[in-house]
């Protein structure tokens, strides 16, 4: 067992000793433990002479991820780095954020997800499995989870863009939650990736011989409802103010798991609420460049799952809030979906799309390609949009002649192909820009390099949850907030427009740089806990003591002076 020494003392109290010591992620400091930390837990001989530094190791580090020709080697690198020293990796993550996230995330989590079973080597989370569904209280009972404030859970059904991955989808758990480490501060030893393993429809899964999870189609229905409860209840007793992330569930389960369990405990869905928000921040960045307002946009969402219709919420909210009559709003989206254009009287319409669904007699006058749809082309013809966003997970849908139809109507188009990883892109910035001389402004899922067009270089923003969900989780942390509200993540998409760059400098970027994300996520944290406070949802607070107790939330990845427990420091 180990305790960190309270704030302010000079060390951390610690009763291993040897290859005990050297084995645990949390504790090792490798090469930079000095001589007589050496001598007091019996590291002499088990390190080689050379004491290091922090830098000298992250020196090292760099220059090793640097010299692989591949990302996915760089991935499983990293990942290797931080089941050996986690001071070490975070580190590494928060000097060098905008090379480090695209290799422990998107894109490169995506194949990291397929080949999980390939390289999976160390317990990292949990692993709850349908097989040993009467167990997950006691498992949730170990003392080693005392600490934990932070859970990301998925069940790995749709993993970003690439659909079941099974028990692979645990690289998404552990992706997120390094992010909540490296840009929000959370101390790793309160975070814990869980993968509810209720079985895999993805064939190849089930046929790999090396594959990690239950070899089982999914458990789906009831069973798996009641799987989901006893989860939540076995959290919810265990942890009484836990924050709980659900992360890649299918488009069935996604929204109704959140509105079953968002009133029992300190929860939100990302795919749903911090792909909104972050999109709504960058939307609202990108009316102070084009020089209007949220009311007057006309929007297409392209993929109306859960992901496109919870952007279509709070963007519909929003301009709600701004004075738009509901009925005069809702007329202003439309969601396009599989099956074309959403309208009344289609088959299996979901709850959560029936607020984008457009009357008949609006599109009964419509010229379109098709007697039996309105596919996205004829939506861009006929709604002249001003903001299109893409989530459908089909790479290519933005084409050259939806790019040229929308920009031929609107001066400023805005588009956002948003769906993850590259490979399933609805478009990529270079054509996007090429195909509307420059003008449009463009958001994307996944990090693209800068593109130069009529030798003008323009570097992409990438619309990532990183500038929303870390931000969140430490508002509702630092004021213990009992509950995560819609208006929260209002209040994060606000803040994010803020600080746009575009707000001093019309042709600068929509976001600020990823290397700037820990400076966004207390930015965020600050208008997310005010707003907690305003809804009554955490004890009250003066603004004067806010930065303290966020500033009380982050850890910051250094090496700190050992004691053996009892000796004191």
Not at 51 to 69: P, S, Y
Not at 165 to 194: N, R, W
Not at 229 to 243: D, I
Request: glycine residues 8%.
């Amino acid at each position: 067992m180990t305790a960190e020494a309270p704030r302010g003392q000079a060390g951390i109290e610690v009763d291993l000793e040897g290859a005990a010591l050297l084995t645990n992620p949390l504790l090792n400091k490798g090469t930079a433990f000095n001589d007589d930390e050496r001598t007091t837990f019996a590291l002499h001989g088990l390190l080689p002479p050379h004491v290091g530094t922090l830098d000298n190791q992250l020196t090292r580090r760099l220059q090793a991820v640097r010299k692989f020709d591949r990302d996915l080697d760089r991935y499983v690198f990293l990942r290797g780095l931080q089941d050996a020293n986690e001071t070490l990796f975070y580190a590494l993550l928060t000097r060098n954020l905008g090379e480090m996230l695209p290799l422990v995330y998107t894109p490169t989590v995506g194949q990291g997800c397929q080949e999980f079973s390939n390289y999976w080597h160390y317990p990292r989370g949990l692993f709850l499995s349908w097989p040993h569904r009467d167990r997950i209280a006691d498992i949730l009972a170990h003392p080693r989870f005392d600490r934990i404030e932070a859970i990301v859970v998925s069940d790995g059904e749709r993993i970003l863009g690439l659909g079941d991955q099974g028990a692979g989808g645990m690289g998404i758990p552990i992706g997120k939650l390094s992010l909540y480490t490296a840009c929000a501060g959370f101390h790793p030893a309160t975070t814990l990736p869980i993968l509810l393993d209720t079985g895999t429809d993805n064939r190849e899964r089930l046929a790999d011989p090396v594959y990690i999870g239950w070899r089982h189609e999914r458990v789906r229905g009831a069973d798996y409802d009641a799987f989901i409860e006893q989860f939540v209840t076995a959290v919810e007793r265990r942890w009484p103010h836990v924050l709980l992330q659900w992360e890649d569930f299918a488009r069935a389960n996604a929204g109704r798991i959140l509105e079953c369990y968002r009133d029992r405990l300190c929860t939100f869905n990302d795919d749903i609420q911090g792909t909104a928000a972050v999109a709504a921040g960058t939307l609202l960045a990108a009316t102070r460049v084009t020089g209007t307002v949220l009311r007057d946009q006309t929007f297409v969402l392209f993929g109306a799952g859960t992901a496109g219709c919870g952007i279509g919420h709070l963007l519909l909210k929003l301009m709600i809030d701004d004075g738009v009559p509901e009925a005069a709003a809702r007329r202003r989206f439309f969601a396009v979906d599989r099956d074309g254009l959403l309208v009344e009287g289609m088959a299996d319409l979901q709850p959560f799309q029936l607020p984008f669904v457009q009357p008949s007699p609006a599109v009964a006058g419509w010229s379109r390609s098709r007697p039996d749809r309105i596919d996205l082309l004829d939506v861009v013809k006929n709604a002249r949009p001003t903001v299109l966003i893409g989530v459908s997970g089909q790479p290519g849908m933005f084409t050259e002649d939806v790019a040229r139809t929308m920009a031929s109507a609107v001066e400023r188009p805005v588009i956002f192909p948003l769906s993850n990883p590259v490979s399933r892109s609805e478009a990529t910035p270079a054509d996007l820009l090429r195909w509307t001389n420059g003008r449009a402004l463009i958001g994307t899922g996944s990090p693209f390099p800068p593109v130069e067009i009529d030798g003008k270089q323009f570097t992409v923003d990438q619309t990532n949850n990183a500038y929303i969900f870390p931000g969140v989780g430490l508002g509702v942390l630092a004021v213990k907030a009992r509950r995560v509200s819609d208006d929260m993540f209002v209040a994060a998409a606000k803040a994010l427009a803020g600080v746009s760059q575009a707000l001093r400098n019309a042709d600068a970027n929509l976001l600020p740089p990823v290397h700037d994300l820990r400076s966004v996520a207390i930015t965020v944290a600050a208008a997310v806990a005010r707003q907690a406070r305003t809804e009554g949802l955490c004890d009250a607070f003066d603004d004067s003591a806010l930065e303290g107790l966020i500033a009380q939330k982050m850890w910051e990845p250094i090496y700190r002076p050992y004691y053996r427990k009892g000796r004191g420091s």
